[in-house]
RNA sequence: GGCGGCAUAGCCAAGUAGAAAGGCGGCGGUCUGCAAAACCGCUAUUCGCCGGUGCAAAUCCGGCUGCCGCCUCCA
């Protein structure tokens, strides 16, 4: 079996075969000029498990994500706030990319930006304004969409359809109120870069064209964004694309079902939508990955507290499995290979790749088998989750205050005898350790040794205080035995 | 109005013709000073509704209902 993706642009499952040696991928990536929302982090997460997904078969991968700086909406923006629109993209990108490595998503190759590419863009216009395609009016340049046969295949609609339906107001500049603006001139206060038509900055649309033919060639592989951008947004850089090249634009157009809140589709415009921001102070990246691989990338996603509840259990569930399973150091071949890369290959489907690995953890637990935690690692970190190495911790001012504290009450209780057993032990261990980062560790085991000597004694206010401070800390004991307890980090 | 998508257990979610994956939650149990964790077991005779094709339908076809979206800025 080989990888199948959907293809919006026929409908249907394809078996994917590159063009060349290096798979080329294009994703729309955001137009800057506000904070970006789970439903961004959700495409570009397609991204990486694409991008994941085809390194693992072996495929070398070349991937761009653009930035749109340039539009109507920042120069509002601009106007609003009296800030130029270069330091708003800045920080809104600066926002994203940092989003994006706390889940742990995989760079782009590259991200160009639509103001960088200006002598591209103004070319591009320039081609297809001599092919005929394109007319200047009044320093606007307008794209002339009955010239192309083939507007509409991508999203399904017809000229007809989009006329009866249209609510395009009529502008007299146009020559037909479907065709769409490829060069807007600029009004004074604006910002501009100067063209044959004058002063002036692209419309939204032919970035995207001018940007991936730019670095990808006029032809690529995967093209990739949100489902909202099929119409009008990538119907557009179809025909701008291939009215000036003669030639295919992207082969696979891949398509992220939206994220909702309370029902419905998280938009920036309307400001129904939940910062990214907000959402990783109180979820990690890993949860985050997993609330939104649970469900397969075409399907729309809700956005709520229980999701991501819920997701954290699951995620917790993993975690905990990986953190008290011996794994086998050297895996010559994963287990269950063929069912998880059936799974992947079916259109990246994460949620039956999930399942396989909940498979895996059942039958750990049956056999305890270090192969199958190998595995179960193997595949987790496959679909991008950070595996950290078990139970090391960075030393941490609360661990040390903590075993203050327990000595400083042991003090009051007259505990001597523990007091003097503590001193050896703790030198004891201290004096043993390779590396400082064992510290943490360390101390809290005296610790848990602490607690478990007490349980003995049946001093539980004791013990029960130590487990408490701990828990408050994030971290949890398991007891195991009267005189064996682990410790683990709170999954998060 | 035109076009498109979706509907599977309490919640979430795979499965698109041949014995309903998985997760969360819940219940019962093992363990236990208690708690937690962990583990074991149970938790959809049935896939929005109606009709059709077929030996066989959650899966294909037709109709209906409901929700969502696009047609205007959007990941």
Not at 5 to 34: A, H
Not at 174 to 198: I, V, Y
Request: aromatic fraction near 10%; charged fraction near 30%.
């Amino acid at each position: 079996m080989a990888l199948k993706l959907y293809n919006t642009l026929s409908g249907r499952l394809e078996k994917f075969v590159p063009l060349g040696d290096t798979v080329r991928i294009y994703t729309c990536g955001l137009t800057v000029q506000s904070e970006p929302h789970v439903g961004h982090i959700r495409a570009a997460l397609v991204r990486d498990i694409l991008m994941r997904w085809l390194n693992h078969l072996d495929y070398k991968v070349v991937a761009l994500e653009n930035f749109t700086d340039v539009d109507d909406k920042i120069i509002e923006k601009q106007k609003e706030f009296q800030k130029d629109w270069r330091l708003i993209a800045q920080e809104h990108i600066d926002t994203y990319l940092w989003s994006c490595d706390k889940l742990n998503i995989k760079r782009a190759n590259f991200y160009p930006r639509a103001s960088q590419h200006m002598e591209e863009i103004i070319s591009l216009v320039q081609r297809l304004v001599e092919k005929g395609y394109a007319y200047e009016k009044n320093g606007d340049v307008y794209f002339r969409v009955r010239k192309f046969p083939d507007y509409g295949k991508l999203s399904k609609k017809s000229i007809d359809d989009l006329m009866a339906g249209a609510r395009i107001a009529p502008t007299e500049l146009k020559e037909d109120p479907l065709d769409f603006a490829l060069w807007k001139a600029a009004k004074p206060d604006e910002p501009f870069w100067l063209s044959p038509w004058g002063k002036g900055r692209p419309g939204w649309h032919i970035e995207c064209s001018a940007m991936s033919m730019h670095h990808l060639g006029d032809t690529f592989d995967i093209h990739t964004g949100g489902e909202d951008l099929v119409f009008p947004h990538h119907e557009n850089e179809i025909a701008q694309s291939m009215a000036a090249t003669g030639k295919h634009f992207a082969k696979y157009w891949l398509h992220n079902g939206w994220v909702t809140l309370t029902g419905e589709k998280m938009s920036k415009s309307t400001g129904h939508y939940s910062p990214v921001v907000e959402v990783l102070g109180r979820y990690s990246g890993n949860v985050i990955r997993m609330y939104m691989l649970k469900t397969h990338y075409r399907k729309q996603l809700e956005y709520a507290e229980a999701r991501l509840d819920e997701a954290r259990a699951a995620y917790a569930t993993i975690k905990t499995y990986l953190d008290k399973h011996e794994e086998m150091p050297e895996l010559a071949e994963p287990l269950m290979l063929s069912e998880f890369t059936e799974a992947m290959d079916d259109d990246l489907n994460t949620s039956r790749a999930l399942g396989i690995i909940y498979e895996l953890i059942k039958k750990g637990h049956e056999t305890d088998n270090p192969e199958i935690t190998a595995s179960v690692k193997y595949y987790f970190s496959l679909l991008g989750f950070v595996v950290e190495e078990k139970a090391v911790l960075e030393p941490y001012a609360e661990v040390i205050t903590i075993m203050r504290d327990v000595e400083e009450k042991l003090h009051k209780e007259k505990e001597k005898d523990i007091l003097n057993d503590i001193k050896i032990d703790f030198y004891e261990r201290v004096t043993k350790m390779k590396d400082v980062r064992e510290l943490s560790n360390r101390i809290i085991g005296l610790l848990l040794d602490i607690r478990n000597r007490f349980r003995k004694e049946k001093k539980y206010d004791f013990a029960d205080y130590i487990r408490q401070r701990l828990m408050d800390n994030g971290i949890v004991i398991d007891d195991e035995s009267i005189d064996k307890s682990t410790f683990r980090l709170e999954a998060k």
